[in-house]
């Protein structure tokens, strides 16, 4: 019922019964005990022509809130969204997973309970909380292997952040979660197949398949930027192994090479708007890396036939040259089949597909009808 009037916008307890086929005695205890747990809101619609005024359903986005955040190696962001996805109040924050989860967990709680505050709720309006940190997930209970952050293999996340807000707690790859936040952002278009291709220090991607987030055997899906190109021999990648498309053409290796004749970048940022400003050195370089990238992206098209490749991450701050180099290899190397359709597009959610996809990450769950039954007593 609850998924009825959330997702498909069901308004009222007539077209509830139809659809469910329940009887209407059974349609009006259940949306009065969402109305109850305040996922369900109604009020009267139009002017009443005698008798009962009509009355419509709604989803109550408002009705709680969940707490995500979307770390980094140095820096992350965390807010609290409504239950419709929406964030609510956010902040950037330098708490970096480089500093383990004993720091980090407690700080973060500190600065959600803040937020909350701020947002005029209370720890009790929270139903979940996600976590998007750059490492694989093991059965959504604990990070497992995170590359770089050994503190955080199999640290008890869960029971840390229960002991504040006693809630369901979700885990996944900072990848991912961006893949399922730039795929909620498309939902209106009914998209289902979307190769999320996050281009920063490193390359990684996420795969939404059939609707839904692919995460493979062992949570390691995705590792598109560990893929071997055939001149990358002899080109150490942190991965350990040589010639990966990271270690030729990911933002690392991009600055490194931008910095020859311009020792002064900072960092990918400085890069991007060099690239904006129309710097030609700095234009030829993306558009190569793009070329490259779009090497590896076209096995992948061809693979798994995607109708949308999402670009994201600091790299797609120099979309244009990006792009251009990407669509050149892509087109050219992809069959004509997987292309014929295939959109490759920004992200639409820039920084904030993290957040968006934990959010969403965690509200597919707690508000599944399986969920929302254990609430009912
Ligand atoms: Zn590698």
Redesign the pocket.
Known sequence: VLRLIREDGVATRTELARLTGLSRPAVAVRVSELITQGLVTERAHGPSTGGRPPVRLAFNGSGGAVLVASLGYSHGHLAVCDLAGEIVVMDETRLAAERGPEMVLPALLDRWAGLLTEAGLSAADVRGVAIGLPGTVEEASSFLEPPGLPRWEGAAIGPVVAQRFPVPVFLDNDVNVMAIGEHHAHRADGVDDLLFVKLSTGIGAGLILGGAIRRGSLGAAGEL??TPVPDGRGVP?????DG?I??IAGGAALLERARLKRPELADLTELTALARAGDPAVVALVREAGRRIGEVLAIAVNLLNPSIVVLGGDLAGAYDPLVAGVRESVYQRATARATRRLRIEPSRLGDNAGLIGCATLALDQVLAPESIDALIP
Do not use: V
């Open positions: 930027g560990h990648c942190r991965c350990g192994n990966c990271e270690a």
